[in-house]
């Protein structure tokens, strides 16, 4: 039986805005998916929308996020910010800082951010972070944070992601509890949601973790593929490209994939 439910989640949870509102599902298609629904309808900041598996988990440019039941940490968040729409990517910053601070916190291991989306351990993918915002003329109206966690994920169970994937129990040898992994998560938010809102930019520390910066990287793009050297990423999120012939690009981060360049 899975030791999350609505119930185990308030019982040790100490925020008074993050998951103060709980839909728990033991299967679900997506949980962005479902919270979206439920903004719609005027669901509050801080509600949690968790599940036990997802059937449909998506990644970014339409790809497929795998979690098989009792694995992983699933959930999806909504805030209702005060920024301008540009500036959503400050919410997958938070969030990215929140689980890297809460997996070092509690197992000891060593976390890495890849822009824009990707939590890596020993350079491998152990989570990945789905943002996706409404707005309203000119203004957010919602943004929805999903998060995807390897916990307690055999690797070799998913031979599509061998090589590239790994786990909490994978690096560790050992299993993890989801639950204590989730308060500590939704807890590291909320400090930092609260201090977003009093003006503090995650910006700095956010920059501070991505491996891949100051490397050679391949960009692609839908309108192709760009080589460059990867200078920086500015405050809204956008990585700053420098071009072989010295121009400098501003890549935002929905339409491109991003890999180490060894040419
Ligand atoms: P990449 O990280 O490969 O540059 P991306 O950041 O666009 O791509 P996402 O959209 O965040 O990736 O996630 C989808 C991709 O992640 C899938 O195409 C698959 O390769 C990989 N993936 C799917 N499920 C998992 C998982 N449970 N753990 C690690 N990686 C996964």
Redesign the pocket.
Known sequence: MSELSAESIRRGLKTDLIGQSIVYYSSLGSTNDLIKGLAAQGAPEGTLVIADEQTAGK???G?????PPGT?LLLSLLFRPDLAPKQAQRLTMICSLAIADAIEGLTGLSVDL?WP??ILIRGK?AG?I?TESETTGGYLDYVVVGM?L?VN?AIST?PE?RG??TSLSQELGREVSRLELLWKILEGIEIRYKSLRRGELPHEEWVARLINLGRQVQVTTPHGVLMGWAEGVDADGALILRTPDGQRKRILAGDV??RRSWR
């Open positions: 990644g970014r440019l790809r497929k996020w795998l979690a992983s890849k989306n990707d993918k990945g789905l995807g390897n994920l998913l992601l590239m994937a994939t991003l």
